[in-house]
């Protein structure tokens, strides 16, 4: 059973920058794509970044050269790093998994392509 559990949020200020982690210790990471998400509110949930089973990653446009996606196959946790963070970056940020049937499958998803979800982590970013 895949559980997903994501920390690090809390209270930054503008410029900032924060670590969120998604303990994932029923994924195996050659079967998932897993990833995050965000939602602001009154706004649907969007991508942030995906990484697939061979470690390639896919980001949003928005997080590209901003957010780092990375994960440690040995403690089954999954980072984002996220820099610079800004006024309109507050949001409930998700992990999310799906299983991986080829190449391209971890490619553009969306939030309705994943099937597995942790409760969030909430980011807020004051000026």
Aim: net charge positive.
């Amino acid at each position: 059973q895949v559980r997903l559990v994501e920390s690090g949020g809390g209270p930054v200020q503008s410029g900032g920058s924060l670590r969120l982690s998604c303990a994932a210790p029923g994924i195996t990471y050659s079967l998932y794509c897993i990833g995050w998400f965000r939602q602001a509110p009154g706004k649907e949930r969007e991508r942030v970044a995906v990484i697939d089973s061979g470690g390639a990653t896919d980001y949003a446009d928005s997080a590209k050269g901003r957010f780092t996606l990375s994960r440690d196959i040995a403690k089954n946790t999954l980072y984002l790093q996220l820099n610079s963070l800004k006024p309109e970056h507050p949001a409930m940020y998700y992990c999310a998994a799906r299983l991986q049937y080829d190449s391209s499958t971890c490619l553009g998803l969306d939030s309705h392509s994943m099937r597995y979800w942790g409760k969030g982590t909430q980011v807020t970013v004051s000026s």
